[in-house]
């Protein structure tokens, strides 16, 4: 067999008042004081607040920092690192979704690693020697499974552009994943992530790279998004906590054998037109499912029979292949997803988009080879 790597955390927590555990894991580790990264929005709603509250009544030090924005860019992580020296800190706790986690890998990485502090240098498969400063992440979003992944995303705004960074030396050394510090998210935010963690079990099953081990987490994860996402949307317990569990799962697998042209469209939809990450992807999914099929052999069956198709044996390919499009489709619809580009793309931009989706870390993992031209006809096929 060829050889496979895997690496996740060395610690995660799950469940309802998971973020008790935080003081615990400071003091055990030796911390004196925490660099607390997190988006003003959390800040401003009290969703952070309920992890200083921890760190108050435990009586550890720790230094706010909030210049992040939703799709963070290289200026909040060069801040980030200068506020991170004056701190005197040496741990990261990361409260939010995506952008929170991705900003705190980013100083992390550079402040052990000071001789990429030129952030562009991190995009691709990073050389960097040392693991970043531990970071403790705490989720508030399900769906960008940054608390268990080694990637990270940076907007270059002078650009226009997002790039990934890869690095195993970025991974949260702990993952808190409380349900409940995602109680508050808005119902569109909770279908946009939702249907983000969706895509990065579909696309993390049907990649080049996926084998026994990660097959085994996206069908797991794709199963229990599909059973949970509509009641998250709802705002109901059980639905959050599937979300919780399902985006994480997701995130086990993916990080690992990577995704495909679904997120390259997807970055690259966001660094033009400031579009959410996960809005993106869910717009894109089912027409990149029907672009990929043919090259995905029996797989699609069993994502049809994860998302709760029935007789999906009694099926031929082409039934099947279609099936869990559609079933993608309904689930997206029915969370209030719009699945077009409408009024988004404009024309004049379409070919810079593929010419920087197609350079994308992500698109060298599709399972079908792809051009500039093809991505142009997917963006076009959504206008």
């Not at 615990?24 to 992890?51: C, Q, Y």
């Not at 990361?94 to 952008?99: H, L, N, Y």
């Not at 050394?173 to 909770?190: C, H, K, Q, W």
């Not at 990660?214 to 317990?237: P, Q, Y």
Request: one cysteine or more; glycine letters at 8%; a negative charge.
């Amino acid at each position: 067999m060829f050889m496979n790597r895997f690496v996740l955390n060395e610690t995660s927590y799950h469940g309802a008042g998971a973020i008790k555990a935080i003081p615990e894991e400071i003091k055990a580790r030796g911390f004196k004081k925490v660099f607390l990264a997190s988006d003003p929005d959390l800040i401003k709603f009290g969703i952070t607040g309920k992890v200083t509250a921890v760190l108050d009544e435990t009586g550890i030090a720790y230094t706010v920092y909030s210049d992040i924005k939703p799709n963070p860019t290289i200026e909040n992580v060069q801040h980030g690192v200068s506020e991170f020296k004056n701190a005197g800190a040496d741990c990261i706790v990361a409260v939010g979704g995506g952008s929170s986690m991705d900003t705190a890998k980013a100083i992390g990485i550079i402040i052990t690693n000071p001789e990429f502090e030129d952030v562009r240098s991190l995009e691709g498969v990073s050389a960097t020697k040392k693991p970043c400063v531990p970071i403790i992440a705490v989720p508030t979003t399900a769906g960008t499974a940054a608390e268990v992944t080694i990637n990270y995303v940076i907007t270059d705004v002078e650009k226009k552009r997002k790039f990934v960074c890869v690095d195993v030396h970025d991974i949260p050394v702990v993952a808190v994943v409380d349900p409940e510090m995602m109680n508050s998210m808005p119902a569109s935010l909770t279908a946009a992530t939702g249907m983000d963690a969706l895509t990065h079990a579909i696309e993390g099953y049907i990649t080049k790279g996926a084998w026994e081990l990660s097959d085994m987490f996206h069908l797991k994860a794709i199963e229990i998004i599909s059973k949970s996402l509509r009641g998250a949307v709802k705002n109901e317990s059980c639905g959050r906590e599937g979300m919780a569990l399902g985006q994480y799962i997701a995130g086990m697998g993916f990080s690992n054998v990577g995704l495909g042209v679904d997120h390259s469209m997807a970055h690259t939809l966001s660094a033009y037109y400031d579009m959410p990450h996960g809005k993106a992807c869910a717009t894109l999914l089912p027409t990149v499912m029907e672009y990929n099929a043919p090259f995905t052999g029996e797989k699609y069956r069993e994502i049809a029979r994860a998302m709760g198709v029935k007789g999906v044996d009694d099926m031929s390919q082409e039934e099947y292949r279609a099936a869990a499009c559609n079933a993608v489709k309904q689930l997206a619809e029915d969370v209030g997803i719009t699945l077009s580009l409408k009024g988004v793309v404009k024309e004049e931009d379409v070919h810079a988009l593929a010419l920087d989706a197609f350079a994308d870390a992500c698109r060298p993992g599709n399972p079908r080879d792809t051009s500039v031209e093809e991505i142009e006809a997917l963006y076009r096929s959504l206008m």
